[in-house]
Nanobody
Framework: QVQLVESGGGLVQTGGSLRLSCAAS????????MGWFRQAPGKEREFVAA????????LYADSVKGRFTISRDNAKNTVYLQMNSLKPEDTAIYYC????????????????WGQGTQVTVSS
């Protein structure tokens, strides 16, 4: 089992940047593929990005491709989401999740979830 805690959310203006972090504890972090998802008010949770166990391969939603970058540091048991050129439509609660098989874009495949961090982009 693994516990996940997100941080780094906040309020930023359109065009600004934020870096989210997700710290993991418990079972060996490097055995999990990791993903980021988000849920905007009144909408379903959606996939944002994912990364393999080694960090050698990544996957992005079309809506964030070229603006967001997922990375991980297995020595620090942490996965990151660098968000640049933020837009008001990026406003959501951002969740990190761990998948012991993946990575992929299907949230049903993820076994463990953090509690989320709020990102608000003002226009």
């Amino acid at each position: 089992q693994v516990q996940l805690v997100e941080s780094g959310g906040g309020l930023v203006q359109t065009g600004g940047s934020l870096r989210l972090s997700c710290a993991a504890s418990g079972r060996t972090f490097s055995t999990y593929a990791m993903g980021w998802f988000r849920q905007a008010p009144g909408k379903e949770r959606e996939f944002v990005a994912a990364i393999t166990r080694s960090g050698g391969s990544t996957l992005y939603a079309d809506s964030v491709k070229g603006r967001f970058t997922i990375s991980r540091d297995n020595a620090k048991n942490t996965v990151y989401l660098q968000m640049n050129s933020l837009k008001p439509e990026d406003t959501a609660i951002y969740y990190c999740a761990a998948d012991d098989i993946g990575p992929g874009s299907n949230e049903l495949a993820y076994d463990y979830w953090g509690q989320g961090t709020q990102v608000t982009v003002s226009s």
